[in-house]
């Protein structure tokens, strides 16, 4: 008789389970209020969170002050209904999460959080190596800087691997500096030879 109820319950608890996800097939979480919590794991010391508009414009910025896993509860009552991101920039990825305000409520779309790969740059015995996985295929614009003037620049197309190597001239010691740029984002890397 135990084990017929038991077997009973667990049916009932896997229904509510379906039924649950059934209706929230879209990864939508809709919250009542104007505050919301996001999770990020495996967050570092250091790496940047940021909430931005639809124009781009940064409107929050914090520095993680620790590692492990980022729970943030954010309050969105001074947002006017309209499209946003949060935005987690580790060492070579960028996590981005949706936002939507509507009528007074938000919602998270699970579904649409995408990660941006950065583009990877070293720099070893006057070599200059620039490598970016691009799934997308979308160009690559790299600039060269030596002394705040440039130096070379070129739009690398592709393969969804793009890799370059510069070979630097030794006898140009000081400081340089290399901008990327992607998919209407900007990198910079500034380094000495």
Same mark, same amino acid.
């Given at each position: 008789?135990?084990?017929?109820?038991?077997?009973?319950?667990?049916?009932?608890?896997?229904?509510?389970?379906?039924?649950?996800?059934?209706?929230?097939?879209? #990864? @939508?979480?809709?919250? %009542?209020?104007? /505050?919301v $919590? =996001?999770?990020?794991?495996? !967050?570092?010391?250091?790496?940047?969170?940021?909430?931005?508009?639809?124009?781009g414009?940064?409107?929050?910025?914090?520095?993680?002050?620790?590692?492990?896993?980022?729970i943030?509860?954010?309050?969105?009552?001074?947002?006017?209904?309209?499209?946003?991101?949060?935005?987690?920039?580790?060492?070579?990825?960028?996590?981005?999460?949706?936002?939507?305000?509507?009528? #007074? @409520?938000?919602?998270? %779309?699970?579904? /649409?959080? $995408? =990660?941006?790969?950065?583009? !990877?740059?070293?720099?070893?015995?006057?070599?200059?190596?620039?490598?970016?996985?691009?799934?997308?295929?979308?160009?690559?614009?790299?600039?060269?800087?030596?002394?705040?003037?440039?130096?070379?620049?070129?739009?690398?197309?592709?393969?969804?691997?793009?890799?370059?190597?510069?070979?630097?001239?030794?006898?140009?010691?000081?400081?340089?500096?290399?901008?990327?740029?992607?998919?209407?984002?900007?990198?910079?890397?500034?380094?000495?030879i």
């Amino acid at each position: 008789m135990m084990t017929i109820k038991r077997k009973v319950l667990v049916a009932v608890f896997m229904l509510a389970t379906v039924l649950n996800y059934a209706n929230n097939a879209d #990864g @939508k979480n809709v919250v %009542n209020t104007k /505050s919301v $919590k =996001v999770v990020f794991n495996e !967050v570092k010391k250091g790496q940047q969170l940021t909430i931005k508009d639809v124009h781009g414009v940064v409107l929050y910025t914090e520095n993680v002050a620790k590692e492990g896993k980022l729970i943030k509860t954010f309050d969105f009552s001074q947002l006017i209904d309209g499209s946003y991101t949060l935005e987690l920039e580790k060492d070579f990825q960028i996590i981005v999460k949706s936002i939507k305000i509507e009528e #007074g @409520k938000v919602i998270l %779309n699970d579904a /649409s959080e $995408k =990660v941006i790969l950065k583009p !990877v740059v070293r720099n070893e015995d006057n070599l200059l190596m620039i490598t970016k996985i691009a799934f997308d295929k979308q160009p690559l614009d790299v600039a060269l800087y030596y002394n705040n003037e440039i130096i070379y620049s070129e739009t690398v197309e592709g393969d969804s691997i793009l890799n370059r190597v510069y070979k630097l001239d030794e006898a140009l010691k000081g400081d340089y500096k290399v901008v990327i740029q992607n998919n209407g984002r900007r990198y910079s890397n500034e380094f000495k030879i």
